[in-house]
């Protein structure tokens, strides 16, 4: 019995292309050619064509089938046990993402959020200016997962209006204007201080250097704020700095 090209790409459900292209890769032996020059493939060759469809269909890649078609052995002693054991941690991994990757549109889609919003930030994602949502993916960056759930915790008890005036606070706003929101937004720093202690001390929740953190921070904060702004954020800071150093060196 034999079969043309066509006919196995259809035995095998798959085409004649695809055929054509195992060949090129040297995975399927070229057949014998009739007088007339048509192909005939034999059964080695259909079962050839299947198990590459196997392996295929395992996630194997095409560079590795030879590899893997190799006969079982024991674990750590190369060939095809360890080639599968590998390519079955990649293809766990790949749906760990797609689950995250699930579970994040799930979370956007029910919260209604922007599908760009940082991660674990869904619900309160219309509390958040351009300017803060930019630096919560920054912070993400940057900060562990302990972290960004502290930074989340914050946003959500912060219903604070002060904020908003913040947001829109123009470039040329006067002093008086500047220190009427630092005197509204020190109590809120204050709290945030006095509920996550390691504020004051971030280097234990980093996950990348000081140095490397510091810098990123820096430059995110000159370019995402202007300097009213960033003189009313750094000033209300201070401030609360010194009020919750003050409470604790005085036991309070």
Not at 183 to 193: E, G, S, Y
Request: aromatic content about 4%; hydrophobic content about 45%; overall charge negative.
């Amino acid at each position: 019995m034999a079969w043309s090209t066509r006919e196995l790409a259809e035995l095998a459900g798959t085409t004649v292309n695809t055929v054509r292209y195992y060949h090129r890769l040297g995975l399927l032996d070229q057949p014998e050619r009739e007088d007339n020059g048509y192909k005939q493939y034999q059964v080695h060759h259909l079962v050839t064509l299947l198990r590459i469809r196997r392996l295929a269909a395992l996630g194997v890649p095409l560079a590795q089938i030879e590899a893997v078609s190799t006969p079982g052995d024991a674990p750590g002693e190369g060939g095809a046990t360890d080639a599968l054991l590998a390519l079955d941690r990649e293809l766990a991994a790949s749906i760990e993402r797609l689950q995250q990757a699930r579970e994040g549109i799930a979370a956007i889609l029910r919260d209604h959020a922007p599908a760009d919003v940082p991660a674990g930030f869904e619900a309160v994602a219309s509390r958040l200016s351009s300017a803060d949502s930019s630096m919560i993916h920054i912070y993400s960056q940057l900060y562990d997962a302990e972290a960004l759930a502290d930074v989340r915790a914050m946003v959500e008890t912060d219903d604070d209006p002060v904020n908003r005036e913040i947001d829109a606070l123009p470039a040329d706003a006067d002093d008086a204007a500047r220190q009427r929101l630092v005197d509204l937004l020190v109590p809120t720093l204050a709290q945030n201080l006095r509920d996550f202690p390691w504020l004051s001390e971030p280097e234990s929740r980093l996950s990348k250097s000081v140095g490397t953190t510091q810098r990123a921070i820096v430059a995110a904060v000159v370019e995402l704020y202007n300097p009213a702004q960033l003189d009313v954020l750094a000033r209300a800071s201070i401030l609360a700095a010194e009020i919750v150093r003050s409470e604790r060196e005085n036991g309070a």
